[in-house]
């Protein structure tokens, strides 16, 4: 019982540890520049989006073209380099958050909601911090090409095909969620902003033009994944940028590009006005 009691008692001190670390208002500050960087690549898929719209961009539109972009330009390696490690830390706090923040929650069902939404924050953080640090390290890669290669290899089998179509029903229901989200103004219910102020409404226009214009462009990659499974074409399978050259292609495509690429630019916007008044543990 001794033994027991003492394993008890070295847990609660490393989980008081963990939460004292989460809590700290230099790792609070560290991560709330994950939004900021998190908003910067939204901004540039944006912009990249449009160009493309109009028929002027041959960079890809996803995460390695914006980051690309930044590694091209003056210091662009050490925004890289900033950026990655503070998204690196909000990786942290959602962890910390899906763990601590758990307690808070009456009910098994709404305690398992938060913790998978939480958690599949974190691994979304996860992917553009390793993303950012690799093409600060000068070892970017071109992201659809690697989705397209990862695509075929799970094609191979039934099993495989079963996976692709389970991630292409994800994205399309994280992407209705971002729409959902969107229209009914349910991001205001996590942060906390000064009632009767003018970046309210900023707050409120970008969110639900955000959330959106995000939505639509990750429903575009669910069907694009679902039309690889079924077609057994890994090819189709080549992420975001994939599906909005397949928008373009589209009547009315141009038209479709421009919005999907306003509300990734406003989305960006709103990831920044996140990092100011979204709480932190």
């Known amino acids: 019982m001794g033994s027991l009691q003492s394993a008890r008692d070295g847990a609660e001190n490393v989980e008081d540890a ?21 908003g910067l690549v939204h901004v540039l898929i944006g912009v990249i989006t449009l160009r493309m719209a109009l028929g002027g961009s041959s960079q890809e539109a996803d995460q390695s073209g914006a980051l690309q ?8 390696n050490i925004v890289l380099w900033i950026g990655g490690i503070a998204m690196a830390a909000l990786v942290l706090w959602h962890l910390a ?14 305690r398992i909601g938060h913790v998978v ?19 600060a390290a000068g070892a970017g890669t071109d ?12 094609m191979g089998n039934a099993a495989g095909r079963t996976a692709v179509v389970v991630v292409a029903l994800v994205v399309f229901v994280i992407g209705c969620h971002h729409v959902y989200t969107g229209a009914s103004r349910g991001f205001e219910d996590h942060l906390r902003v000064p009632e ?23 429903l575009a990659v669910g069907l ?51 990092s100011r008044y979204a709480p932190v543990m």
């Open 224 to 274: 694009m994944f679902g039309w690889a499974a079924l077609g057994a074409d890994p090819e189709k399978a080549t992420g975001l940028d994939g599906a909005l050259q397949a928008m373009a292609a589209l009547p009315a495509g141009g038209v479709a590009l421009a919005v999907v690429g306003a509300g990734l630019i406003l989305f960006g916007l709103f990831a920044v006005l996140r």
């Open 117 to 135: 939404t939480t958690l599949g924050k974190a691994v979304v953080y996860a992917a553009l911090a390793a993303t950012a640090l690799r093409f």
């Open 97 to 110: 958050e899906a763990w601590f923040g758990a307690r808070w929650k009456r009910g098994a069902a709404k």
């Open 69 to 76: 972009a930044v590694a091209s330009a003056p210091g662009g």
């Open 18 to 38: 963990a939460e004292d670390v989460a809590e700290h208002p230099v790792f609070q500050t560290i991560a709330r520049g994950g939004f900021v960087m998190s």
């Open 196 to 218: 009767g102020q003018q970046i309210a409404r900023a707050i409120v226009v970008t969110g639900v033009l955000g959330y959106i214009g995000k939505g639509i462009a990750l």
């Open 143 to 154: 992201s659809g090409q690697q989705t397209s290669q990862l695509t075929a290899g799970l």
